[in-house]
């Protein structure tokens, strides 16, 4: 026979359980069990206005009377410029970190990449805001751009066939902007350059 408090009993543990149910589905309302959800936080990135007017402005043609200063613009800015990719782009910034402003075209012709057709191509657009090297003042040296074959044979490292490849080199692109711009002359290399530095000038 049922006692009066195990009735007790169950009347309070239907109760809780009615009330478990209760809480249950209010809970059940708002979202499942375990749902997690995502709030993004202002100024967690730029909105798509900002990314879209950024690309914008990098894809835009350049101005006829538009400069970047080759100096202090950003890979992506010197990008823009005529025959400069985002590779090329990213080695002139690497160079310019590394050995410090170019000052003029014949400074950034020291990268790697840089010739007299891309120079010619984007002298017009280009400006410099750092201190241009100095010009070499030293007397008796061998001038690259205006030597004949026979003053480039008195060179160390540099007989007949050499000296007839920088003259014709020269013919072809014009004078030599830097010392380094031998390096593209075929048959020369860097430790040929590295024998003659101190005695030419470009």
């Given at each position: 026979?049922?006692?009066?408090?195990?009735?007790?009993?169950?009347?309070?543990?239907?109760?809780?359980a009615f009330?478990?149910?209760?809480?249950?589905?209010?809970?059940?309302?708002?979202?499942?069990?375990?749902?997690?959800?995502?709030?993004?936080?202002?100024?967690?990135?730029?909105?798509?206005?900002?990314?879209?007017?950024?690309?914008?402005?990098?894809?835009?043609?350049?101005?006829?009377?538009?400069?970047?200063?080759?100096?202090?613009?950003?890979?992506?800015?010197?990008?823009?410029?005529?025959?400069?990719?985002?590779?090329?782009?990213?080695?002139?910034?690497?160079?310019?970190?590394?050995n410090g402003?170019?000052?003029?075209?014949?400074?950034?012709?020291?990268?790697?990449?840089?010739?007299?057709?891309?120079?010619?191509?984007?002298?017009?657009?280009?400006?410099?805001?750092?201190?241009?090297?100095?010009?070499?003042?030293?007397?008796?040296?061998?001038?690259?751009?205006?030597?004949?074959?026979?003053?480039?044979?008195?060179?160390?490292?540099?007989?007949?066939?050499?000296?007839?490849?920088?003259?014709?080199?020269?013919?072809?692109?014009?004078?030599?902007?830097?010392?380094?711009?031998?390096?593209?002359?075929?048959?020369?290399?860097?430790?040929?350059?590295?024998?003659?530095?101190?005695?030419?000038?470009?």
């Open positions: 026979m049922v006692s009066k408090g195990d009735r007790r009993a169950a009347v309070v543990l239907l109760g809780v009330a478990g149910v209760v809480v249950r589905l209010l809970a059940l309302s708002g979202s499942a069990p375990g749902d997690i959800s995502y709030r993004p936080i202002a100024g967690d990135r730029p909105s798509q206005d900002s990314v879209v007017a950024r690309a914008t402005r990098l894809a835009r043609p350049l101005a006829p009377d538009e400069k970047i200063n080759i100096d202090r613009a950003p890979a992506e800015e010197l990008a823009r410029l005529p025959r400069i990719g985002p590779a090329l782009a990213a080695r002139i910034v690497a160079d310019r970190a590394a402003p170019f000052g003029s075209l014949a400074g950034l012709d020291r990268v790697a990449g840089v010739g007299p057709k891309l120079l010619d191509g984007i002298r017009v657009h280009a400006t410099f805001s750092g201190r241009p090297p100095e010009p070499d003042q030293r007397q008796g040296l061998v001038r690259l751009s205006t030597a004949t074959e026979a003053e480039l044979t008195q060179l160390p490292g540099i007989g007949p066939v050499k000296a007839r490849a920088i003259v014709e080199y020269r013919r072809r692109h014009g004078p030599y902007l830097t010392v380094e711009s031998l390096e593209r002359v075929a048959g020369i290399g860097r430790a040929t350059i590295d024998r003659i530095r101190q005695l030419v000038v470009p």
